[in-house]
């Protein structure tokens, strides 16, 4: 599968976006779906996930109440609506996809499909 991020760009202190993943193939829909990011000298971290077969979703605690993870099957599409957003959020999103598997969802390793990433910049 190939995936495309969209949606970045800069937004204030307080604002919103939400980033799109495209994904290529017809099998969409067997894919759990994750968001990373990695903002400059730091490692990849995990920001959001949502399951193939249960949908549920999987947020670390620094966006949770914040961002919500979705997904349309029929469009091959997966979001990431941000709220409240931070300086600290500021990073490069990626979106990653991994067939048929709901283990581990929020390690990097646990992905073999990634995009190639959004920028994010929160001003203050």
């Known amino acids: 599968v190939q995936l495309a991020e969209s949606g970045g760009g800069l937004v204030q202190d307080g604002g919103s976006l939400r980033l799109s993943c495209a994904a290529s193939?017809?099998?969409?829909?067997?894919?759990?779906m994750g968001w990373f990011r990695q903002a400059p000298g730091k490692e990849r971290e995990f920001v959001a996930a949502?399951?193939?077969?249960?949908?549920?979703?999987y947020y670390s605690d620094s966006v949770k109440g914040r961002f919500t993870i979705s997904r349309d099957n029929a469009k091959n599409m997966v979001y990431l609506q941000m709220n409240s957003l931070k300086p600290e959020d500021t990073a490069v999103y990626y979106c990653?996809?991994?067939?048929?598997?709901?283990?581990?969802?929020?390690?990097?390793?646990?992905?073999?499909?990634w995009g190639q990433g959004t920028q994010v910049t929160v001003s203050s």
């Open positions: 949502i399951i193939w077969n249960t949908s549920g979703t």
């Open positions: 990653a996809a991994r067939f048929r598997w709901s283990s581990r969802p929020t390690q990097v390793g646990t992905y073999d499909y």
């Open positions: 193939g017809p099998t969409f829909s067997s894919y759990t």
